[in-house]
C-alpha cells in the first residue's frame, strides 16, 4: 500500500500565508460592542471571557429539527468516517462504502443532495462525486455534529436537497480560555478491526484576545471482523454455481478460488485503514467582531473490498482475450488535502447586527492503487466563500442575507480516467426571514444560483440558473408544542460527474455513464411537524414529501463494459416521501440517578416514475435505548431493528433484516467537573450479519461484527 505525501515547507508556507494578515484584522475590530447575547445553547464551549456564537440559522423552526451529536457520545461513537458517527439519528443512514469511506444518507439522499460541511462551509473533496471517495473530516477532533433538514438548508447550497450535515470543529477558536491552557484529548482501542485512535486539540490564550490552536490525530485499523459470511446469500449461491461450472469444465483453479469466495467468513479482506491530520489556528476576539485563520493536513490510506465477478484485467490492445492480460491486485485509495479556513465577524449598529464572513481554500489529492501500480490520481483545488449579514431583532422579525461562491478544479488522470478535467463556478444569492407574532410565526427563504461546468477535453460547457424558495409556517401553543408545515420548490443544476462520466471507475468497480445534455432537475417539497418538549419528555414527528422532474441518478443496466457493471445516468420523475419520530422520557429519579427511555422510528419510499424503487434507499427503522445516569456515571443499553428492504430497483439485490444489540457505560471517576471520562462499549454483542441498504457493497462488505470498544477522554 502506498500513501500520498506532503511536504513540511508546503504545509508551513500555507500556515504562513494564511496567518499574516491576522493582526492587520485584529486592529480593524476597535468598535464600540454590539456583541449580541449568546444562547446557552450556541455555545461552543464556555470558560468565561467573550464566545463566538454558531451560525445564525441553526435554531429555525424551517429546518423541520436539527439533530445534534456531541459530548460523551461523540466520544462513544466516533469512528473513522463522519457517515457511520450519525448513524442512530433520526432520518439518518451511512453510505459504508468501506471503514474508509463513508458519507451520510438523509432521508434517502446521498452524494451531491447532501451537503458535508465544517463550519458551514464544504470539505472541498470528491466524496459527494462516488462513495468510494472519504471525507476529509476527522470525527475525533470534532466539537460536535449537526445533522439540518428542511427547506432553509438550502441557504448552503442550492444542491442540498436532502439536508446538511455540519461539523463543528475547534481550529478557529470561538473563547478565550479563562486558564494557561485548555486541553481536550480522546484515545480509543476498538477489537473488530483491531482499531488504535488517538486525538487532541490545545487552545493557548497568547493574548487577553488572541487564541492560539493547534490539533492532531492519527487512527489505524486492520482488516474488519464480521459476525458471519462475508459474501451474502446471493452472492454465495453465484459462487458456487461458478465452481460447479468450472468443475465440469476441469478448470480445478477457478473452481476452488470461487468456493474459497463463497466459504469466506470472518474477516473482510482490504478493509485496513491509516489517516493522519494536523492542524494549526489563530483567532483574535474582540469586543467588536472576531476574526481567524487555520491550516490543516489530512492524510489517509483505505483498502477498497472487492466485489466477486469484478475483475478487471489489463491487456495490450490487439491482443487476443486471455493473453497478455494481467489481473491487478487490490484497490487501495490514498488521499491528502490541503486546507485553508478564515472566519470573520463583525458587529454592527443599527438595522444588521453583524457581518460574518466565511472562507476556504483546498487543494485535494487522491490516487487510486491497483496492487502497487497508480491506476487513477484524482486532483481537486477549489474555493468556497460566504458572506452574510445578520439582521438584528426588530419587534420579532430577523433575517440573515447573503452570497456564496464555489469554485471546483477537478481533473483525473490515469488509465482509468472516467471523467475529463472540468471547471465549475457557482454564484449564490440568498435570504432568510423570520417574523413572529404572537403565537404565529412565519419563515421565508430565497436562494437564486448561477452554475457553470465546462470540460476543454469533453468539448462540453454548460450554464444554469437555479431558482429555490421556501415558506414555513408555525403555531406555537406555549412553551412546549410547536406544530408547522413548511413548503419549498428547489432546483439543482447536475454536477460534473453526472454530465461527464464516461468510463471504468476501478475503485466502485463499475463502468459509469453520463449524459451531457442533462437539465435541471427541479423539485416540490412539503413537510409537516408537531414538537413537544419539556424537562421531563420530549417528542417530534415530522412527514416529508418531495416530488421531482428530472431527478438525475446512476442506474444499472444490466450490461457489462470492461468486464465490469455499466451504470447509466439518467433524468426521470420521482417521489420520495416518509417520516422521522424521536422522543425521551424520564422512568425515574432516585439515588441519584435519572432513568430514561428514548426511541427513533424513522422511514423512506421513493420511486422512479415508471421504472420502480430508487435503488440503495434505506428500510424501516426501529432503535430503543434505556439509560441510567448520574454526576460521575452512565450506563445504557440499546436495541436497533432494520426491517427487509424489498422494493429494489433493477438488478438491485433484496437486503435481508437484522438486529443490533449495544450496551456502553461511561465513569468519570474524579467527578463531573474534574474532565477525565473512561467509556467502554459492546457493538452488535450478538456478532448478526447486518448488510446496509444504502450501500454498494452491501453484499460483500457487511458491517462490523461483535465489536468491544474502550476509550479514554480528557478535557482540561
Known amino acids: 500500500m502506498r500513501r500520498n505525501k506532503l511536504t513540511a515547507t508546503t504545509v508551513l508556507l500555507l500556515g504562513a500565508t494564511a496567518l499574516a494578515p491576522l493582526p492587520a484584522l485584529a486592529q480593524q475590530t476597535t468598535a464600540p460592542s454590539q456583541r449580541p447575547a449568546a444562547d446557552e445553547d450556541d455555545d461552543f464551549h464556555r470558560s468565561g471571557g467573550i464566545v463566538v456564537t454558531a451560525p445564525f440559522v441553526r435554531d429555525l423552526s424551517i429546518l423541520a429539527g436539527t439533530s445534534e451529536i456531541s459530548g460523551d457520545q461523540l466520544s462513544r461513537e466516533t469512528r473513522s468516517q463522519i457517515g457511520d458517527v450519525l448513524t442512530k439519528l433520526p432520518g439518518v443512514s451511512a453510505t459504508s462504502f468501506s471503514p474508509g469511506a463513508s458519507r451520510p444518507v438523509l432521508r434517502g439522499f446521498q452524494g451531491e443532495r447532501i451537503r458535508v460541511l465544517t463550519d458551514g462551509i464544504g470539505t472541498i473533496d470528491v466524496s459527494n462525486t462516488s462513495p468510494d471517495h472519504g471525507v476529509t473530516v476527522e470525527p475525533i477532533v470534532l466539537d460536535r455534529i449537526e445533522v439540518l433538514r428542511g427547506p432553509a438548508v438550502l441557504l448552503f447550497g442550492g444542491q442540498a436537497v436532502g439536508g446538511a450535515v455540519n461539523a463543528i470543529d475547534k481550529r478557529i477558536p470561538r473563547a478565550v480560555p479563562d486558564e494557561p491552557f485548555h486541553l481536550d484529548a480522546l484515545a480509543t482501542y476498538g477489537t473488530a478491526a483491531d482499531e488504535r485512535s488517538i486525538g487532541a486539540s490545545l487552545d493557548v490564550p497568547i493574548t487577553s484576545k488572541l487564541v492560539l490552536h493547534v490539533d492532531g490525530s492519527y487512527r489505524k485499523s486492520n482488516d474488519v471482523r464480521v459476525g ?235 450554464d444554469f440558473n437555479s431558482y429555490s424558495f421556501a415558506l414555513g409556517l408555525a403555531y406555537i401553543a406555549d412553551d412546549r408544542l410547536r406544530f408547522g408545515v413548511n413548503l419549498n420548490r428547489a432546483q439543482r443544476a447536475p454536477a460534473a460527474e453526472e454530465l461527464f462520466s464516461n468510463g471504468a471507475h476501478i475503485a466502485t468497480q463499475a463502468f459509469e455513464i453520463g449524459d451531457p445534455t442533462f437539465g435541471t432537475e427541479k423539485s416540490w417539497g412539503g413537510e409537516a411537524y408537531v414538537r413537544y418538549n419539556t424537562p421531563n419528555a420530549s417528542f417530534a414527528i415530522t412527514g416529508f414529501y418531495n416530488d421531482f422532474d428530472d431527478f438525475i441518478i446512476d442506474v444499472p443496466t444490466g450490461l457489462e463494459e470492461d468486464e465490469l457493471p455499466v451504470f447509466q445516468y439518467i433524468q426521470n420523475d420521482a417521489r420520495y416521501y416518509g417520516f422521522e419520530v424521536e422522543g425521551s422520557v424520564v422512568l425515574a429519579r432516585a439515588g441519584g440517578f435519572t432513568v430514561s427511555a428514548d426511541g427513533v422510528l424513522d422511514y423512506v419510499r421513493a420511486s422512479l416514475d415508471g421504472l420502480g424503487p430508487v435503488p440503495r434507499i434505506p428500510p424501516l427503522r426501529v432503535l430503543g435505548g434505556l439509560e441510567a445516569r448520574s454526576d460521575s456515571f452512565s450506563l445504557r443499553g440499546e436495541v436497533e431493528w432494520f426491517d427487509d428492504q424489498e422494493r429494489n430497483a433493477d438488478f438491485e439485490t433484496q437486503t435481508g433484516g437484522f438486529t443490533l444489540v449495544n450496551a456502553s457505560a461511561s465513569w468519570k471517576p474524579f467527578g463531573r467537573e474534574k474532565g477525565v471520562t473512561l467509556i467502554a462499549s459492546a457493538n452488535n454483542i450478538f456478532d448478526v450479519v447486518g448488510r446496509r441498504a444504502a450501500s454498494f457493497t452491501k453484499d460483500f462488505a457487511p458491517l462490523v461484527g461483535r465489536d468491544f470498544r474502550v476509550s479514554a477522554k480528557f478535557s482540561f
Open 228 to 462: 458471519g459470511f462475508v459474501l451474502s446469500p446471493g452472492l454465495r449461491a453465484e459462487q458456487l454455481e461458478i465452481a460447479a461450472e468450472e468443475r465440469e469444465e476441469g478448470n480445478l483453479g477457478e473452481a476452488e478460488e470461487a468456493e474459497e469466495l463463497a466459504a469466506l467468513r470472518g474477516r473482510i479482506p482490504n478493509t485496513g485503514t491509516e489517516t493522519y491530520s494536523f492542524a494549526g489556528g489563530l483567532a483574535y476576539i474582540g469586543e467588536g467582531g472576531n476574526f481567524g485563520v487555520s491550516a490543516s493536513y489530512y492524510n489517509s490510506l483505505y483498502g477498497v473490498p472487492a466485489r466477486p465477478g469484478a475483475e478487471h484485467h489489463h491487456g495490450e490492445e490487439g491482443e487476443d482475450e486471455g493473453e497478455g492480460e494481467e489481473e491487478e491486485g487490490p484497490v487501495t485509495i490514498g488521499l491528502d488535502q490541503i486546507k485553508v479556513d478564515f472566519r470573520g465577524e463583525v458587529f454592527l449598529p443599527g438595522f444588521f447586527q453583524a457581518l460574518r464572513l466565511r472562507g476556504a481554500y483546498a487543494d485535494f489529492n487522491q490516487t487510486e492503487f491497483e496492487g502497487d501500480e497508480v491506476g487513477t490520481v484524482f486532483r481537486n483545488k477549489g474555493i468556497e466563500t460566504r458572506m452574510e449579514l445578520v439582521q438584528r431583532d426588530n419587534n420579532g422579525w430577523r433575517g440573515a442575507t447573503g452570497v456564496q461562491y464555489i469554485h471546483r478544479d477537478f481533473s483525473a488522470v490515469g488509465a482509468e480516467a472516467f471523467l475529463p478535467p472540468n471547471v465549475t463556478d457557482q454564484l449564490g444569492l440568498f435570504t432568510l426571514q423570520e417574523v413572529r407574532s404572537g403565537n404565529i410565526e412565519i419563515e421565508g427563504a430565497a436562494r437564486y444560483d448561477k452554475v457553470n461546468v465546462r470540460s476543454q477535453q469533453a468539448g462540453v460547457e454548460r
